[in-house]
């Protein structure tokens, strides 16, 4: 008998039978597979592997004779031979990396190329197998496979990377409840039972006494117009949508509607919530939560890097929290809130761990909330790999957002993205008309001032948000009105728990109708609620500056004429914006001679974005090429590897530092002593840091104010900010104004440094 897994029977009467362990895998992955129409392919893949199982040294291993043995390449070679259509040596790729990740075809990355491992000496196969292992006569689909000419090898990969996730996500729930039932417990739970139809059941009863609840306004009758519009869509058939709809315009409750109406509608499994910050991520799973009632709390998931599961211990059990644990791990429940950095990158992902949730993705409704903010330097591979999902993976997509980027793909060449979307629906009412029936304020450009005038400007005005490029400006300017009455500094060198802190002062004080003046970066920018009768906004792209004008006059309280947002260059050339900011300013500039009367309409916006591709052209849109490197690469040669070291939102430039800034963050550094698992710990401890660019963590360093959390349990995973009194927060290195200084940072005295 051969033999899957092992225990700690040395007779073997509980082992796992090789063959059980692979019918299993296999049912699982083509149940998996058959919801994009490749049942058989995640069939195939299944029962080939572990082939190299049938070996007589592996089943030796097993008893414990501690030899290394190569037990996946068989199933991959396995594979490309029995299907020579290109199809095996998809499956070959899959197969081979279901325990290290998808290598590169034939180049050298962290992983060995297939072609080396393809072509070395394996152990000898019992024919047992042949016996025991019916493989289906095709992988061919259930359905049609529709193909772009322009990215067929492009196709190719993402297809592996489907199966692959079928493949390993399988494997590991398979592998985990054979062990579990031997330990003489009960399989664990998985997923959530809650139907779609009675999540749209409950979120329909919320939405019921909102309405009821809601003063008559003609704000209110529009978002019910919205909102009505958009549910009326959702018999269409599934592909590309988009949702433009101004800020205050309900868009989203009025997109998990269309999602839920559109995923019942169609049969799909689940929505899938992409968001560009996690701050939103935290905001939006709270609105869902509230809106799906007594379902909410076990039917959202939220998983980013900051998610805290401490921070539910009074709401759910620890059942509810381990179900929620695994279902972060491949995303099977019925509403995912994520981020883009989560969801783009397992779209590329290489490694298990990553991939294992990409299946789930398939025959669901994925939103992009604020759908122009991903990256440029990354656009064109973003788009396709969207393209793929709606166009062969039965997934709609839909672009939410009231700056709707350019991404349809048309036969106009002068109104075209290149490889994009086909057939987007818009989902709103007139978009055109919706802009004007919310504009609530005034934009123009009040040219250049130097520090002196844009001081007088904030003066000027005793409630007024000033938005500027980068945190030494905000600093400075800050600095230049702190005798004032109402000043308030926020920026990304405050931990995220002191931003909140400030945000909910500032937002007493402006309902008081005292003076406030607040300088800022653009954190304040993403889905920060809060209301100024003015705002100046530094020059910058025009969807930045409609986000800026977001913030300016959002409740309707003012008439339109003084709400304004006053857009400026700054003369001080030590706060010069970075060239790609430069540019967005150009093109921004350039659109607005051109709609100047109405320069946040959706003309203007597509104006804007269309300028801006054209400007940056197919290279910088696509700035590794990752996308001709894989039609280059052709099927023997696809970069999966390579794709994922490439394929990175955010450049890992900055290091993270922990600040000490309460008892609650203090108590969290104290458990890291004696935690066995610091998953959780980490979490809550997410909101506490201040990210510091390479440079200053390094001056940080040399000045003796930052040190590693036992850094021979952890590295340099913990690196904290070191209190120059036990309990007290270092104040002559993170100031209460300023956040964390890492320009000029105090060194510590000699006397300090022990702790």
Not at 114 to 124: G, K
Not at 468 to 478: C, E, G, Q, Y
Request: negative net charge; proline residues 5%; aromatic residues 8%.
């Amino acid at each position: 008998m051969f033999y899957a897994h092992s225990t700690e029977c040395s007779d073997a009467r509980d082992w796992q039978g090789l063959a059980d362990h692979l019918q299993a895998v296999a049912d699982l992955a083509a149940k998996r597979a058959a919801r994009f129409g490749w049942e058989n392919a995640g069939r195939a893949a299944g029962l080939l592997h572990d082939l190299g199982k049938y070996s007589p040294a592996f089943q030796r291993r097993l008893s414990g004779s501690g030899e290394r043995v190569d037990h996946s390449t068989a199933g991959a070679l396995e594979a490309k031979t029995r299907f020579p259509d290109g199809l095996g040596h998809l499956l070959a790729y899959a197969i081979a990396g279901h325990h290290a990740g998808l290598a590169n075809g034939r180049d050298a990355g962290t992983r060995t190329p297939l072609s080396d491992r393809l072509v070395a000496d394996l152990p000898t196969l019992s024919r047992r197998w042949r016996e025991e292992l019916v493989l289906p006569d095709s992988l061919h689909p259930d359905g049609a496979f529709h193909q772009r000419r322009d990215r067929a090898f492009f196709q190719m990969a993402f297809l592996t990377r489907m199966l692959f996730s079928c493949l390993v996500d399988a494997d590991f729930i398979e592998t985990e409840t054979f062990y579990t039932v031997v330990a003489g417990d009960a399989p664990p739970e998985r997923g959530n039972p809650t139907s779609l139809s009675t999540l749209r059941d409950a979120l329909n009863t919320y939405l019921h006494e909102l309405a009821a609840k809601a003063r008559k306004s003609p704000v209110n009758e529009r978002r019910a117009d919205i909102l009505h519009h958009v549910r009326a869509a959702a018999p269409e058939p599934p592909g590309h949508f988009s949702l433009t709809v101004p800020t205050g315009g309900g868009k989203t409750l009025a997109s998990l509607a269309f999602a839920l109406d559109h995923a019942i509608a169609h049969g799909m499994d689940r929505v899938i919530y992409v968001i560009p910050f996690t701050s939103i991520v935290e905001q939006n799973a709270a609105v869902f939560r509230d809106a799906l009632g007594a379902f909410g709390e076990d039917a959202v998931l939220e998983h980013h890097s900051a998610f805290d599961d401490d921070s539910r211990r009074g709401r759910q059990d620890r059942h509810s929290r381990d179900k929620l644990k695994r279902a972060s791990e491949n995303w099977d429940m019925p509403i995912v809130v994520t981020t883009a950095v989560q969801f783009f990158e397992s779209l590329f992902a290489a490694k298990t761990s990553k991939a294992r949730k990409l299946h789930n993705i398939a025959n669901s409704v994925v939103v992009l909330d604020e759908a122009q903010t991903m990256p440029l330097a990354l656009l064109r591979p973003s788009v396709a790999a969207l393209d793929e999902l709606a166009l062969n993976y039965r997934a709609s997509i839909v672009l939410c957002t009231a700056t709707q980027p350019a991404l349809e793909e048309t036969d106009n060449p002068a109104h075209s993205f290149a490889g994009g979307l086909r057939d987007v629906r818009e989902l709103a009412p007139d978009p055109h008309s919706l802009a004007q029936q919310f504009e609530r304020v005034t934009v123009r450009h009040i040219g250049t001032l130097d520090d002196d005038g844009l001081t007088e400007e904030l003066l000027d005005c005793e409630q007024v948000l000033c938005i500027v490029n980068n945190r030494r400006h905000a600093r400075a300017l800050h600095e230049s009105i702190a005798d004032s009455p109402g000043a308030y500094h926020l920026t990304t060198a405050m931990c995220a728990v002191h931003r909140r802190q400030i945000l909910a002062e500032i937002r007493e004080v402006l309902a008081s109708g005292a003076p406030c003046r607040v300088v800022s970066t653009s954190l304040i920018e993403a889905g920060v609620d809060i209301d100024f009768p003015r705002v100046l906004r530094a020059e910058a792209g025009l969807d930045s500056i409609a986000q800026a004008a977001g913030r300016c006059n959002r409740e309707g309280r003012y008439k339109r004429d003084i709400s304004e947002v006053r857009i400026f260059a700054t003369s001080n050339e030590d706060w010069a914006p970075p060239p790609e900011l430069k540019q967005f300013a150009q093109a921004t500039r350039e659109v607005l001679r051109a709609h100047g009367e109405a320069p946040l309409a959706p003309a203007a916006i597509t104006a804007y974005f269309r300028l801006l591709y054209w400007q940056k052209g197919p290279q910088e849109l696509d700035k590794h090429d990752l996308l001709g490197q894989i039609e280059t690469a052709q099927l023997d040669g696809l970069p999966f590897d390579m794709l994922e070291q490439k394929y990175r939102l955010i450049e890992n430039t900055q290091r993270s530092v922990i600040i000490p800034y309460d008892d609650r963050a203090r108590r969290a550094i104290a458990d890291l002593s004696h935690a066995e698992r610091v998953g959780g710990i980490a979490r809550t401890l997410q909101p506490y840091t201040v990210q510091v660019p390479i440079k200053g963590f390094h001056a940080l360093e040399q000045a003796g104010v930052i040190a590693a959390i036992e850094p021979d349990r952890f590295g340099d995973q913990f690196v904290l900010l070191i209190d120059e009194h036990p309990g007290e927060l270092n104040l002559n290195s993170y100031d209460p104004n300023m956040g964390l200084n890492w320009s000029d940072p105090t060194y510590r005295s000699a006397e300090s440094n022990i702790w």
